[in-house]
């Protein structure tokens, strides 16, 4: 009899990557030798209201498992995995900290450093509709804990969901920005905003701006 094994967060990255190249749940299960159910219900069940996110869905599933009582997960616990996630921990380390933590936040690198950047909430509204090409969304996928330098870059087109994954040897912000740059003027597709999250890859924002001549905004802190 087979042992079911959780998702990885590599797993759900790959779920993440075909599920925006327009594959469906049969053929994402096939690629990733699970069963079709196991994808579904993945997918319907750490939905949040901006969709099914890789990182935050694996940050959910940890909680889980770390909390066997029904206690709510306070704001600065949810920051820690997600943190954690971040610096490669496995879910075991993550579940063991914030155990010896007793769901206190501890010190920790913080994320959404960027607080005069320009805020999602002001991004147009015109992007939440998808009726225009142009508006993109970026991100970075962190390579397995082996070789934990290795990343790839996200860059995603909301609408026609044409995606660019791109493999650096690091996540340094001048490099992440050389690729963004030099990724969408080879595309030469129209660039009316860009979105991402806080990370600091993503600090050189302002010269991915003045390069591509658009407009650059952050998600909230710790959403995805």
Same mark, same amino acid.
């Given at each position: 009899m087979s042992t079911y094994h959780q998702l990885t967060l590599e797993e759900r990255y790959h779920i993440y990557g075909l599920k925006r190249a327009g594959y469906n749940i049969t053929t994402i299960a096939k690629e990733l030798k699970r069963h079709k159910s196991t994808i579904s219900r993945e997918l319907k069940r750490n939905i949040k209201s901006r969709g099914w996110r890789p990182l935050l869905a694996h940050s959910q599933a940890i909680v889980r498992r770390s909390s066997k009582a029904k206690t709510r997960i306070s704001h600065d616990s949810w920051k820690l995995?997600?943190?954690?996630?971040? +610096?490669?921990?496995?879910?075991?380390q993550i579940n063991g900290?914030?155990?010896l933590n007793h769901k206190r936040a501890g010190i920790y690198e913080t994320r959404g450093k960027f607080s005069s950047a320009p805020s999602i909430d002001?991004?147009?509204?015109i992007v939440e509709d998808r009726i225009r090409i142009g508006d993109w969304e970026l991100d970075t996928v962190v390579g397995k804990p082996s070789n934990s330098n290795s990343s790839l870059v996200s860059i995603v087109e909301r609408t026609s969901r044409i995606a660019r994954f791109i493999k650096v040897n690091n996540r340094k912000a001048d490099i992440v920005s050389s690729v963004i740059i030099e +990724?969408?003027?080879l595309l030469n597709r129209p660039v009316h905003s860009l979105t991402s999250d806080n990370g600091k890859e993503f600090s050189k924002y302002k010269t991915i701006s003045k390069e591509l001549d658009t407009g650059f905004y952050f998600a909230?802190?710790?959403?995805?």
């Open positions: 995995v997600i943190h954690y996630l971040k +610096q490669h921990w496995s879910p075991e900290r914030i155990k002001d991004r147009p509204s +990724q969408l003027k909230h802190p710790y959403s995805s």
